[in-house]
């Protein structure tokens, strides 16, 4: 009489294939990702755009402004001392359209001065202007004319710098109501277009 000896654990005659299983899967499993991923487009390279050159320290500022005439804005380009502080610049471009002379049928431009031009990490520019003549209380202009003149500054500033997406409008360091008496500046202005001549 022959003795059996199964030194075998009791159901491990299924192990070995459930692995083997679990092996083939993983295998069959990554071929596939590796072949949809082969098989995917690759991106283009992307192409180095040339880089404009960089203005020299003293080379101007070409500042479009935009000045009131015959109900209307009209764009004047002009030089202005360069600055690389966008502030700084904006404080340029500014004084310079309250003082072109081409503004000049607007007479609210020619009554104001720029004290201070802030911008802050929004993206608002704060315009603090103040009468020419410290002793006057209040500017005398149509609605249309301190329309435009608001208008001008606006626009001159958000076309110029695409830091500014709006402005507000302080007078003597303060908010206030309006400037000659038909604006309502306590609100923030963002360019209009339909203001601007078109050629």
């Known amino acids: 009489m022959s003795v059996r000896n199964d030194r075998r654990l009791p159901g491990s005659g ?13 295998a069959g499993a990554g071929g596939y990702l590796w072949f949809r991923a082969s098989r995917m487009p690759q991106p283009a390279p992307i192409q180095q755009q040339e880089a404009m050159p960089a203005a020299k320290p003293d080379e101007p500022f070409m500042a479009t402004l935009y000045l009131p005439a015959e109900g209307r804005l009209n764009a004047a380009v002009v030089a202005v001392k360069r600055d690389p502080d966008v502030q700084i610049q904006a404080r340029e471009t500014v004084a ?26 929004a993206g608002t520019a704060y315009l ?3 009468p020419v003549n ?8 149509s609605a249309e004319e301190e329309l435009l003149a608001v208008y001008a500054l606006v626009t001159t500033v958000t076309q110029n710098f695409p830091e500014v997406r709006q ?5 003597d360091g303060r908010e206030a109501q309006t400037l000659a008496g038909h604006i309502d500046l ?11 001549r078109t050629q």
Not at 17 to 24: E, G
Not at 134 to 141: D, Y
Not at 186 to 196: G, K, N, W
């Open 14 to 26: 299924t192990l070995v294939p459930a692995v083997m299983a679990l092996v083939l899967l993983a």
């Open 186 to 196: 306590s609100r923030s202005f963002v360019t209009r277009t339909d203001l601007v």
């Open 128 to 130: 603090n202007l103040a």
């Open 134 to 141: 410290a002793g006057q209380k209040e500017l005398r202009a």
């Open 167 to 171: 402005v507000r409008v302080l007078v």
């Open 96 to 121: 310079a359209t309250l003082a072109d002379d081409r503004g000049g049928t607007v007479a609210v431009l020619k009554e104001l001065k720029l004290k201070a031009l802030y911008l802050d990490a």
